[in-house]
């Protein structure tokens, strides 16, 4: 009989295993997700341990040096686990995703030639065409369905983990401030239209999703078309776009995250002062307090118009936690005005921060200014701002003491039958709780703090809430 060539067609692939290692902000945590999702229907299930994958991808980040340079010693390792694969007559196939691979391009496979597959972050979605591409040549054959469509149209199709998810609603950077990549690895300032963003949204809360995250570069410069209907019309801003989503039944909570003091728009405001499915906590970085420093680092305005924002904000909504982010040591950051940044801090009250020594990147401008600052005056006041920062955030979390608050259980604790959650202002709760909790809100009196977290008891409904 003659033999007939036999050709894959649809049906399930062989299982393989990916391994997605994620560094960088909570966008790269983002899209690590929905590089797994995507890769679920092509046959790749997510894997704990490099060693065991077919395929590892390193989702990277660019905005320092020492996270970039990370990159290359984890490749030196997977260098030596691909060859003992090989060894062992199993593949091994490597895609540098995220920032460094928009940043360096070709210039990661010229220094590491381990890496197989460079893949930027506005084209992960064809991470599918880009290995079916790889497998071929190999002379395998893998089979993918997927027909050309717009990367957010791609990530809708999305699968939930647990009662929290992120959802990106705008991505890229036009400000450019001068010590940021940014703005180069994620390219401009682009917005997700409203029925893309509430039909995710609307997925998650299907699955169980009770808190969501809204995801941006500089997430409050998010703007859009009200959705066909709205009595109103008219483009909206993020204060609508939040006071939007929370008409979605079982979302009961609602952040968002970076935003930038030049959008806080009174919109926004206004919602976080009256929409109670916003969570009480703003991260509003403003980087450095001294006002000739501010304006070397373009970021568009003064210490003191931060300042006035922040009580703006708190006029609104009095409870809220404010969390930012510091750089010291900026080129020609002279001790005085080092002290204004310390200054800025005192008149703000931090509940939590970042802080770090400035980095130079290349091809940003702050990297070419004169009076670059030594590092160990970057080390020293590096150290004095963040035990200032460590302070009032330990006051902060030994002022919940006594209170009772609404608590979102994620996951088991470290002690049997215990439930680690989330307070309203990001603080981790733990507190002795069954399993039937996951998932749910349910206050709890705050007992005690650790230095990581908070300790909690459910209170029951008739006890004295106060
Ligand atoms: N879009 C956000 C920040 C994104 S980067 C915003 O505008 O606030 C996250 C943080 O990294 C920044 O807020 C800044 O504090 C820090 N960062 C960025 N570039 C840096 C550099 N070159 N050196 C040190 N820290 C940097
Ligand atoms: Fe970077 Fe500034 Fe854009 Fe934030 S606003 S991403 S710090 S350039
Ligand atoms: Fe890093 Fe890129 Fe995020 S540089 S901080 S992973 S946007």
Known sequence: MMATRQTKTAGPAPEKGVFIRTYGCQMNVYDSERMADLLKPIGYRSVDAPEDADLVILNTC????????????????????????????????????????????????????????????????????????????????????????????????????????????????????????????????????????????????????????????????????????????????????????????????????????RDMDDGLIAALGEEEKLMPYLHLPVQAGSDKILKAMNRGHTAEHYVKLIDRIRAARPDIAI???????????????????????????????????????PGTPGAVMPKQVAENEKEARLAELQALLERQRSDFNAAQIGKVLPVLFEKAGRHEGQLIGRSPYLQSVHATAPKSMLGKIAPAKIRDVTPNALAGALISKDEDAA
């Open 323 to 361: 969390s930012g982010d510091f750089i010291v040591g900026f080129p020609g950051e002279t001790t005085e005005d080092f002290n204004e940044t310390l200054a800025v801090v005192e008149a703000v009250g931090y509940a939590s921060a970042f802080s770090f020594k400035y980095s130079r990147r």
């Open 62 to 261: 660019h905005i320092r040096e020492k996270a970039a340079e990370k990159v290359y010693s984890e490749l030196g390792r997977l260098k030596r686990m691909k060859s003992q694969r090989e060894n062992d007559g199993e593949g091994m196939t490597i895609a540098v995703a995220g920032c460094v691979a928009q940043a360096e391009g070709a210039e990661i496979s010229a220094r590491a030639p381990v890496v197989d597959l460079v893949v930027g972050p506005q084209a992960y979605h064809r991470l599918p065409e880009l290995l079916a591409r790889q497998a071929r040549e190999r002379g395998e054959i893998l089979d993918t369905d997927f027909a050309v469509e717009e990367k957010f149209d791609r990530l809708a199709r999305r699968s939930a983990d647990g009662p929290t998810a992120f959802v990106t609603i705008q991505e890229g950077c036009d400000k450019f401030c001068t010590f940021c990549v940014v703005p180069y690895t994620r390219g401009a300032e682009v917005s997700r239209p409203v029925s893309a963003i509430a039909g995710e949204a609307r997925a998650l809360a299907a699955q169980g999703v009770r808190e969501i995250t809204l995801l941006g570069q500089n997430v409050n410069a998010w703007a859009g078309d009200a959705p066909a209907g709205d009595p109103q019309g008219g483009r909206w801003g993020l204060g609508e776009l939040c006071r939007f989503l929370a008409k979605i039944d079982g979302i009961d909570r609602i952040r968002f995250t970076t935003s930038h003091p």
